[in-house]
Structures are given as C-alpha cells and as structure tokens.
C-alpha cells in the first residue's frame, strides 16, 4: 500500500471568494494523458516544464472555422496569423490544410517564405515596414496592407523606382461599439482618413487598391462588432466602385475572435461567454451578402484568425518544487514554470489540472512561478488539490502567444513537442542551453582575464 503524504493542520480563515451563479467550487479530474500519451512520460523524455502542442486539435478548429464560414459564404480564405504561433511545425499544419499566411515583420514574412508560402499567398500587415521590406514583398508580389500615410507614400517612391506595380490594401479603424476604439492602426473610417487614403492611391496607378482591412480588437466578445465593421468596409468598397469604377477584390475582416480561455475579473468561466465560430461567420457573411453587391462582384473574404484556432491545441506541462505557508495564512504552490513562459496567465485565468491522482482535499492557494520577481504569478486565487513536491500538473489553452511571447529571464526556454494523428510525439523546437546564450555575446579582449 502506497504511504499516504502527511498535510500538517492548520487553521485557515474562510474567505469563499467572489461567486458566480456554479457557485465558488470547481471538481478537477486528473489529465494523465495528452491525445492517447501519458503526462509522465512525456515528461520523462523531454523534461519539465515542455509545451506540447495537439496536431489533430489544430486540423479540427481550422477545419470547423472553415465550415462555420464557407456554408455562409461562397467566397472565403483564411491566412494564419504568424505573431500567434511562429513555430515551423505549427505553420506548417495551418497551410497543410489551406491557409495562407498573415505576417506583420519581415521576420515573420521571411519565416513564411522558407515555410514555403507562395509570395501572393502571404498577406502583409503591421506598421513597420522599410523600403527594403516593401521591395521584397512587391517582388513576390505580396499583398501589402498599408497602415500610415508614412508608409503609403514611402510605397509610392519604392514602385517608381521599381517601376512595378504593387497590389496593396489599407487597414481601417473604426467605431465598432467596442472600447477602447483600436485607433492606433490604419486609417479612420469616421473621419474621413480611410478614403483621403483610398483616394491617394486611386490616384496613383503603380498601386492596384484590391483590398479593405480591418482587425477591430482581440478577444472579441460580441459578434455584431464584426457586423458593424464588415458593413463599413463594405460601405467603403461600394464607394471606391462607384467613383473609381473598381470592384474591391476582398475584405479581410482579420482576427481577434476569442478562445475558450477564462479573463481575469470574468464573472463567468470562458466557454459559458464566448462567441461561436458560427456566431462571428453569420455576422460578417449575412452583413456582406445583404449589401447589395453584384454576385460577379462578390468580394472574397479574408479572415486572419489565430487565438481561436490554436488557444485549446497548446498545453505547458510542469512540476512541483515547493508548497508553503504564506504570512496570512494561504498555502501557496510553487512550479517550475513562470510568467516567462506563460505570459498569458497576465490575461487568463488558466485552468491548471492534476497529471496524477490526488486527495479529495482541496483549497484556495496561490500558484506562483519559480522566477525571483514577485509579479510571478500564475494563479491569484484558485481552488485545487494539495499537490506536493515532484507533482505534475497540466495547464490548459496555452497555444496562442506563449511561444512568441515568451522571455528568456532567469530560466531557458524548455522543449516544445508536438503529438501527431497516431499519438507520435515529435520534438518541434529544441530546450536553449548556456551555448544558445552564449552564441551572440562578444567579449572585450581586455576583460578576458581578472583575479579575485
């Protein structure tokens, strides 16, 4: 008979916490294994903590996107936003299944070329783009979405000198009813911005106007925002045809749909308010095709959508390395991973789950990181079991963001695997060590030696 750990007695203040209408207890069941391959062995082999990434979680959300869109609406791409998930293996399995790619640097436009994007299958987006990076993309001929009149009128020299034409878009911010307004990006429709713009490249034939961009938030959770931005772009497209005589070839409604992770300060849990794929494809698709387009004028719809597809596909496994006592009386538990790689735990209440049987015994703890920075803090307040030292754990819908946002502080980025349709596990990006970090550091010949 296994020994039975010992949890010493305590008095604890009750203190139940803020309710929702389930009440203030969640049940955990253990999560030993990830698509068919156990927790511990995975760890085991690839060592704590690892990320691992679900392929076949990730061919299903892309593939139900898909439907929810393309039985609304006849015309439809999608492009995997790069800034989400950069990692190869994880592009690949977005364009295996159709997807163009969505980039917003010349970093994230280079990694799609060596994934083997075709240039015009490679949307490109984002602020700063330099003359250099704008050549690149009109020569692969890229579509370019313009976010300034810096920008616009930088592209304008570039193709004179070129003497090529580029296909570009601009992006357009407006009021959608959601706030605060994204106004930092693109041009106003409100103010008139969005069309002073158009009407500047109208006016330039080097540059052919074939799209209307929008990415009005992230983490969206009213559908009728994107229905109030699909009818303004479609307001602008209807315009730039009756002026201009050019039917807009598409509208790229972009991201921000969200994923079925909880929000800090959310009184109710994530899955419970969250819109459906179906939800956002009938508010933008019904707005389109009730506006009044000719049907040879259609325009095809782009959609950049990245959290929604990936979030619930990513898990980050870790230990246990401590258990204590804080000063007023909470237990705290303390894991091999931080803040450094998950930086998403600043946004999300993440669900964190037992990898092994426990005690029917929970409590309210605090979660923190090993990192030597207070802020390092994974949970505030969430009730689990009593995990002890060496116990493994299972965070959820960690596959957005994580792994290109994550900070080589204190501790080295670990492993990330990925497990395939036949419960293969494959590493798809190798743990850094000390030579990962040593690798670009130059040392002064002159502080080579010293004596203490």
Not at 240 to 259: C, E, H, M, R, T
Not at 283 to 312: C, H, M, V, W, Y
């Amino acid at each position: 008979m296994a020994k039975l750990s010992y949890e010493r007695p305590v008095i604890q203040k009750l203190n139940t916490g803020s309710m929702n209408k389930f009440g203030t207890r969640t049940e955990y069941a253990p999560v030993s294994h990830i698509e068919g391959v156990a927790v511990k062995e995975i760890i085991a082999e690839y060592g704590s903590p690892v990320f691992v990434i679900s392929e076949p979680q990730i061919r299903k959300n892309y593939q139900n996107a898909v439907r929810a869109f393309k039985t609304r609406y006849p015309k439809v791409q999608f492009a995997w936003s790069y800034k989400t998930n950069y990692l190869n293996a994880v592009c690949k399995v977005f364009h295996q299944e159709g997807a163009w790619a969505e980039v917003v640097s010349i970093f994230e436009y280079k990694k799609a070329l060596g994934n083997g994007v075709p240039g015009n299958k490679i949307i490109f987006n984002g602020p700063d783009k330099s003359e250099e990076d704008l050549t690149i993309a009109i020569e692969n001929k890229s579509l370019i979405h313009i976010d300034h009149f810096d920008e616009l009128y930088m592209l304008i020299e570039v193709v004179q000198k070129l003497k090529q034409k580029a296909s570009v878009a601009i992006r357009v911010n407006m009021d959608t009813g959601v706030y605060p307004m994204w106004d930092r990006f693109g041009f106003n429709y409100e103010n008139g911005q969005a069309w002073n713009a158009i009407n500047k490249i109208m006016s330039h034939p080097e540059l052919e106007l074939n799209g209307l961009h929008c990415h009005i938030g992230t983490y969206m959770l009213t559908a009728s925002a994107y229905a109030t931005a699909a009818w303004k772009l479609c307001d602008l497209a209807v315009n730039v045809k009756a002026k201009w005589n050019k039917p807009i070839q598409y509208l790229d409604l972009g991201g921000g749909f969200a994923s079925a992770n909880t929000l800090k300060g959310s009184y109710l849990q994530g899955p419970d308010i969250i819109p459906s794929m179906e939800d956002y494809a009938e508010a933008i698709s019904s707005t389109i095709l009730n506006f009044g387009f000719k049907q040879n004028e259609l325009p095809t719809l782009f959609l950049e959508t990245g959290r929604a597809l990936i979030d619930d596909a990513g898990y980050l496994l870790g230990s246990v390395i401590a258990t204590k006592r804080l000063s007023d009386g909470r237990r705290a538990t303390i894991m091999d991973f931080g803040v450094n790689l998950l930086f998403t735990a600043f946004w999300y209440n993440h669900k964190i789950s037992p990898a092994q049987e426990f005690s029917h015994h929970t409590e309210d703890m605090v979660v923190y990181g090993p990192l030597c920075m207070n802020i390092d803090c994974i949970r505030e307040s969430v009730n689990l079991p009593l995990l002890s030292k060496g116990d493994q754990v299972v965070v959820h819908k960690v596959g957005a963001y994580n792994m290109t946002q994550w900070m080589q502080f204190i501790q080295m980025r670990p492993n990330v695997v990925m497990i395939d349709g036949q419960n293969k596990v494959h590493l798809i990006r190798h743990k850094e060590s000390l030579d990962t970090m040593l690798q670009y550091e130059h040392l002064p010949q002159h502080l080579e030696k010293f004596e203490l």
